[in-house]
């Protein structure tokens, strides 16, 4: 799934090419991919808007348009949000086609049909059209702070790396971030995150931080689907500590990096120099 990095750098993209442009036409080809409001509504409302903003809260686009509309977007498992040259024509993941003023088009791919887009009408607002905003945690580039998070995982019984990718509680931070984060601190993706000190935390506000802005300094992550808003993949992969390393030598000790199974998720970690693991259950 991408992860903020990759929203990111999108939202970047966006926010060079949509801005000042105006959409056309809309094509609707996977009915499920809209979210809201109905198909009819939501091509009716979207054509002849202009874009003023492109954003992101967490994982999600948040398109501001003319009159205070606005188009939402989760890319989800495999959804790309591409600004191409209308010889962009491979269709075969193609959900939504927006034709612009420009001559361009704003493609939105998915292979797996898990991402949705939003339309979200003049005197409506993201909150209510997306319920799922309101639950967000703290953007972890907006001055994250270790009491935070001291206070956030406190008695909480699950793993540190479970904890990471809890949206409620850190907003955009995925799998692949989290274990470089977990390297970076020299915290074991096992530990218990209640048992998270403060001086831990300073050091994961500091990881958190300084490995997201370098993600997306390298266009985010590639290992299958994602692409950023020209369809370029990010190579953030080639740069990892950890992620996508296993039985490969840890950069700083050598050791072969190991990977286990957590709550549905691959974590990887250096067991030499992530050794330390408190208060594991069994």
Same mark, same amino acid.
């Given at each position: 799934?991408?992860?903020?990095?990759?929203?990111?750098?999108?939202?970047?993209?966006?926010?060079?090419?949509?801005?000042?442009?105006?959409?056309?036409?809309?094509?609707?080809?996977? #009915?499920?991919?809209?979210?809201?409001?109905?198909? #009819?509504?939501?091509?009716?409302?979207?054509?002849?808007?202009?874009?003023?903003?492109?954003?992101?809260?967490? #994982?999600?686009?948040?398109? &501001?348009?003319?009159?205070?509309?606005?188009?939402?977007?989760?890319?989800?498992?495999?959804?790309?949000?591409?600004?191409?040259?209308?010889?962009?024509?491979?269709?075969?993941?193609?959900?939504?086609?927006?034709?612009?003023?420009?001559?361009?088009?704003?493609?939105? &791919?998915?292979?797996?049909?898990?991402?949705?887009?939003?339309?979200?009408?003049?005197?409506?607002?993201?909150?209510?059209?997306?319920?799922?905003?309101?639950?967000?945690?703290?953007?972890?580039?907006?001055?994250?702070?270790?009491?935070?998070?001291?206070?956030?995982?406190?008695?909480? #019984?699950?793993?540190?790396?479970?904890?990471?990718?809890?949206?409620?509680?850190?907003?955009?931070?995925?799998? /692949?971030?989290?274990?470089e984060v977990l390297f970076q601190t020299g915290?074991?993706?096992?530990?218990?995150?209640?048992?998270?000190? &403060?001086?831990?935390?300073?050091?994961?506000?500091?990881?958190?931080?300084?490995?997201?802005? %370098?993600?997306?300094?390298?266009?985010?992550t590639t290992l299958r689907d994602y692409a950023?808003?020209? +369809?370029?993949? +990010?190579?953030?992969?080639?740069?990892?500590?950890?992620?996508?390393? &296993?039985?490969?030598?840890?950069?700083?000790?050598?050791?072969? /990096?190991?990977?286990?199974?957590?709550?549905?998720?691959?974590?990887?970690?250096?067991?030499?120099?992530?050794? %330390?693991?408190?208060?594991r259950r069994k």
């Open positions: 799934m991408p992860e903020l990095p990759e929203v990111e750098t999108v939202r970047i993209g966006l926010e060079k090419f949509l801005v000042g442009d105006s959409f056309t036409s809309v094509d609707v080809l996977r #009915k499920d991919s809209v979210g809201y409001p109905s198909i #009819k509504d939501f091509v009716k409302g979207l054509t002849g808007r202009s874009v003023v903003a492109a954003k992101r809260r967490g #994982k999600y686009l948040l398109i &501001e348009l003319d009159s205070k509309a606005g188009l939402g977007v989760h890319l989800r498992m495999s959804g790309r949000l591409i600004v191409a040259d209308k010889k962009h024509r491979d269709a075969q993941f193609l959900r939504v086609l927006i034709k612009l003023k420009s001559g361009r088009e704003l493609r939105f &791919e998915d292979m797996r049909v898990f991402g949705r887009m939003w339309y979200v009408p003049p005197g409506e607002d993201f909150l209510t059209v997306i319920p799922s905003l309101q639950e967000l945690g703290p953007e972890p580039l907006d001055g994250l702070s270790p009491d935070y998070l001291v206070t956030a995982f406190k008695n909480k #019984k699950q793993a540190i790396k479970t904890a990471l990718l809890d949206q409620t509680i850190i907003a955009g931070l995925g799998n /692949i971030y989290a274990d915290i074991h993706p096992l530990s218990l995150a209640g048992s998270v000190t &403060e001086k831990e935390a300073a050091k994961l506000v500091v990881a958190i931080e300084e490995t997201l802005r %370098k993600a997306i300094q390298h266009g985010g950023n808003s020209e +369809g370029v993949n +990010g190579n953030y992969q080639n740069e990892s500590w950890v992620y996508g390393r &296993e039985d490969k030598p840890c950069r700083v000790c050598g050791t072969e /990096i190991e990977r286990v199974k957590l709550a549905g998720r691959s974590a990887h970690f250096c067991g030499q120099c992530q050794k %330390k693991l408190r208060a």
